[in-house]
């Protein structure tokens, strides 16, 4: 399973920008996919999981804000970022794991894929 992210880029605080997550090579039936970012010299955040049921669950700090959705026939995952502030300035990453639970969304090891990742820029 190959993940790649697009759709990053420079917006200005409260604009949007909606962030892809392409997976090949398998299906993503059966995986939950989350979604990490890491800020420069930060510890990587969890963000959001989208799990193979269509369940979805955030972060406090994106919640209300961001959304993530699939998309089956395209084999594709979204984080829609609405509302967005400077300090959501981070290089964003899908993750797939196919034993994903709640108690453990929240810890990239859980995850056994990553796509390389796509910058979002929000300026003042």
């Known amino acids: 399973l190959q993940l790649v992210e697009s759709g990053g880029g420079l917006v200005q605080a409260g604009g949007s920008l909606r962030l892809s997550c392409a997976a090949s090579g398998r299906t993503l039936n059966g995986y939950s996919v989350g979604w990490f970012r890491q800020a420069p010299e930060k510890e990587r955040e969890f963000v959001g999981i989208i799990r193979d049921n269509g369940y979805t669950y955030y972060s406090d700090s994106v919640k209300g804000r961001f959304t993530i959705s699939k998309d089956g026939a395209k084999n594709t995952v979204y984080l829609q970022m609405n509302s967005l502030k400077p300090e959501d300035t981070a290089v964003y990453y899908c993750?797939?794991?196919?034993?994903?639970?709640?108690?453990?969304?929240?810890?990239?090891?859980?995850?056994?894929?990553w796509g390389q990742g796509t910058q979002v820029t929000v300026s003042s």
């Open positions: 993750a797939a794991g196919s034993a994903v639970i709640l108690s453990n969304a929240r810890n990239g090891a859980a995850y056994g894929y």
